[in-house]
């Protein structure tokens, strides 16, 4: 069963690859653009990455393995789909920074004990049919103070769960938001854990994107959208952002965002 889930995944991968535009990624957006939330509350807490030893572990098409080698960090772009291995090498190539590349399943790190300073982990777990197996190896193969980050969406928002069943085309069909709970096996094995939901408010973005401006959800990823486009989208989304940071001093809401960030200490 999970070697079913799997081999689909990389499959899907594979032929998303296929379409990627490398000369199109712009980097520094899916770090620092207003509507990169998640990617600011790693940064914040992660800190200087200048000479750190980095696994970028589900790397797609790589932007965060070329982020993080222009900070000064020796990346390792790795995926379970070789195909976006190749896009994230490329991706270097074009940005001027070298990268390593390596195929591997997340849920068996082919890298020995307590080899890295920081494994970072976008929108992986979710795709994963067993995430605690994946956060037992990050663990196993971080140093002491090593750093895990991740960030993924969540199962508990009901417009997203609308929207994940509109969006058939451009996910598979195994992949599985996370229960917020999943905090607590993360806390359970690291000393330190920070962390915070986002998308509360700010989900009218998407709203708009259906109701208003008709973009197909199944022709265009919205999650790509909303960096691509977040120049025109910034007033908007700041406004809406003041309202997410009242909303999640509300008990029980910050479980209802959209997307959990994690960076937790070993």
């Given at each position: 069963m999970i070697d079913d889930t799997l081999t689909k995944e990389r499959d899907f991968h594979n032929q998303w690859a296929t379409a990627i535009d490398v000369d199109g990624i712009c980097v520094k957006d899916?770090?620092?653009?207003?509507t990169a939330?998640?990617?600011?509350?790693?940064?914040?807490?992660?800190?200087?990455?200048?000479g750190k030893l980095?696994?970028?572990?589900g790397?797609?098409?790589?932007?965060?393995?070329v982020y993080f080698a222009k900070q000064g960090a020796h990346c390792i772009a790795s995926d379970y789909a070789p195909g976006m291995v190749e896009v994230a090498l490329k991706l270097a190539k074009l940005n001027g920074v070298e990268?390593?590349?390596k195929v591997i399943n997340a849920m068996a790190i082919d890298f020995p004990d307590n080899t890295f300073d920081v494994v970072?982990?976008?929108n992986l777990l979710h795709h994963i049919p067993e995430p605690t197996l994946v956060i037992q190896e990050i663990y196993r193969v971080l140093?002491?103070?090593g750093k895990l980050c991740f960030w993924d969406p969540l199962i508990h928002n009901p417009i997203i769960n609308v929207y994940r069943r509109m969006a058939t085309k451009v996910r598979t069909d195994d992949e599985t938001p996370l229960n917020i709970n999943l905090l607590k096996f993360v806390r359970s094995h690291f000393v330190h854990t920070n962390y915070d939901t986002f998308w509360l408010a700010t989900l009218w973005i998407f709203l708009k994107f259906y109701f208003i401006e008709r973009v197909d959800p199944n022709k265009e990823r919205y999650w790509k959208k909303i960096i691509a486009e977040y120049e025109r989208l910034e007033a908007e989304y700041l406004f809406l952002e003041q309202l997410d940071r009242g909303l999640k001093k509300i008990p029980f809401i910050k479980r209802y965002a959209w997307n959990i960030a994690v960076v937790a200490t070993k």
């Amino acid at each position: 069963m999970i070697d079913d889930t799997l081999t689909k995944e990389r499959d899907f991968h594979n032929q998303w690859a296929t379409a990627i535009d490398v000369d199109g990624i712009c980097v520094k957006d899916y770090f620092e653009a207003c509507t990169a939330p998640e990617n600011r509350f790693i940064l914040h807490h992660l800190g200087n990455v200048n000479g750190k030893l980095l696994l970028d572990l589900g790397c797609g098409a790589g932007e965060n393995s070329v982020y993080f080698a222009k900070q000064g960090a020796h990346c390792i772009a790795s995926d379970y789909a070789p195909g976006m291995v190749e896009v994230a090498l490329k991706l270097a190539k074009l940005n001027g920074v070298e990268v390593e590349g390596k195929v591997i399943n997340a849920m068996a790190i082919d890298f020995p004990d307590n080899t890295f300073d920081v494994v970072y982990a976008a929108n992986l777990l979710h795709h994963i049919p067993e995430p605690t197996l994946v956060i037992q190896e990050i663990y196993r193969v971080l140093k002491p103070g090593g750093k895990l980050c991740f960030w993924d969406p969540l199962i508990h928002n009901p417009i997203i769960n609308v929207y994940r069943r509109m969006a058939t085309k451009v996910r598979t069909d195994d992949e599985t938001p996370l229960n917020i709970n999943l905090l607590k096996f993360v806390r359970s094995h690291f000393v330190h854990t920070n962390y915070d939901t986002f998308w509360l408010a700010t989900l009218w973005i998407f709203l708009k994107f259906y109701f208003i401006e008709r973009v197909d959800p199944n022709k265009e990823r919205y999650w790509k959208k909303i960096i691509a486009e977040y120049e025109r989208l910034e007033a908007e989304y700041l406004f809406l952002e003041q309202l997410d940071r009242g909303l999640k001093k509300i008990p029980f809401i910050k479980r209802y965002a959209w997307n959990i960030a994690v960076v937790a200490t070993k």
